[in-house]
Antibody, heavy 118, light 110 residues
Framework: EVQLVQSGAEVKKPGESLKISCKASGYSFSEHWIVWVRQMPGKGLECMGIVHPGDSHIRYSPSFLGQVTISRDNFLNTAYLQWSSLKASDTAMYYC???????????WGQGTLVTVSS | QSVPTQPPSASGTPGQRVTISCSGSSSNIGGNYVYWYQQVPGAAPKLLIFGYNQRPSGVPDRFSGSKSGTSASLAISGLRSEDEADYYCASWDDSLGIWVFGGGTKLTVL
């Protein structure tokens, strides 16, 4: 069974760093893109960037380039999203999802709620 | 390029047929597949429609998708109370080199 399990909710202060994770199981991790999606409170879905675990190719949405870093660890079958200096405006739910070439984002993680507040 | 736009809200009564539009550009919808996702409150999005109007197993055939030029539509027939959710279209954008989502449509079942 394909599963994406994300790390738990985080409460951070502005300026702090953070790395959240998305652990995949039930399929060959290296064969599918993983996308990170932001959903700010009461707002829609935004694609932040995508990583291909097989060749470590990473693309960022222009809006998020330089704001976050996406990475992966093939030994742990895990993708990561990290910030070096959080802002209050980073408060949001973050989802990871698997991309299947013919089906789109067919499996999603449960989401990680990040709250940034002083 | 234009990120897909959707009406912010739609509504219908049980049993009715409703459609949700998604208007994009030649760099996204016009040249690529359109996908539709359903998000019920408090849950992660769920794939609803992919490819040429295909549904994952478990998605009822009351849901259907279509595309014409740079626009797409999601149709829901025989509306049910459990269809009340947010619906998002998505497509690859050749200019941005990344996936783009529509702004989402909140469907209310009256």
């Amino acid at each position: 069974e394909v599963q994406l399990v994300q790390s738990g909710a985080e409460v951070k202060k502005p300026g702090e760093s953070l790395k959240i994770s998305c652990k995949a199981s039930g399929y060959s991790f290296s064969e599918h893109w993983i996308v990170w999606v932001r959903q700010m409170p009461g707002k829609g879905l935004e694609c932040m960037g995508i990583v291909h675990p097989g060749d470590s190719h990473i693309r960022y949405s222009p809006s998020f380039l330089g704001q976050v870093t996406i990475s992966r660890d093939n030994f742990l079958n895990t993708a990561y999203l990290q910030w070096s200096s959080l802002k209050a405006s980073d408060t949001a739910m973050y989802y990871c999802a698997r991309h299947e070439p013919t089906r789109g984002f067919d499996y999603w993680g449960q989401g990680t709620l990040v709250t940034v507040s002083s | 390029q234009s990120v897909p736009t959707q009406p912010p809200s739609a509504s219908g009564t049980p049993g009715q047929r409703v459609t949700i539009s998604c208007s994009g550009s030649s760099s996204n919808i016009g040249g690529n597949y359109v996908y539709w996702y359903q998000q019920v409150p408090g849950a992660a999005p769920k794939l609803l429609i992919f490819g040429y109007n295909q549904r994952p197993s478990g998605v009822p055939d009351r849901f259907s998708g279509s595309k014409s030029g740079t626009s797409a539509s999601l149709a829901i027939s025989g509306l049910r109370s459990e269809d009340e959710a947010d619906y998002y279209c998505a497509s690859w954008d050749d200019s941005l080199g990344i996936w783009v989502f529509g702004g989402g449509t909140k469907l209310t079942v009256l």
